[in-house]
């Protein structure tokens, strides 16, 4: 993973995909509902723990939200 941007499909429930940017340490999540939210400052280490996990709806709840300041930019 050596991309300034990288992207994952997550196709949970209520999420579609995530990206990540290797620069800001900036991830988006993209929801089916149309929202999207910035979380601000993640460690490379949760995205890939998010790019790796089998269930990546049940890792964002357990290691994301809640977790990192966010912004809702759509």
């Given at each position: ?6 992207k994952v ?18 991830l ?25 996990a ?12 809640g ?8």
């Amino acid at each position: 993973m050596s991309n300034i941007i990288e992207k994952v499909l997550v196709d949970s429930e209520c999420i579609h995909d995530a990206k990540y940017n290797n620069i800001t340490k900036r991830l988006t999540l993209f929801y089916k509902n149309g929202g999207v939210y910035d979380y601000e400052r993640v460690p490379a280490f949760y995205w890939h723990g998010l790019f790796n996990a089998n269930s990546k709806g049940k890792f964002i709840n357990n290691h994301i939200i809640g977790q990192w300041t966010y912004n809702k930019v759509g």
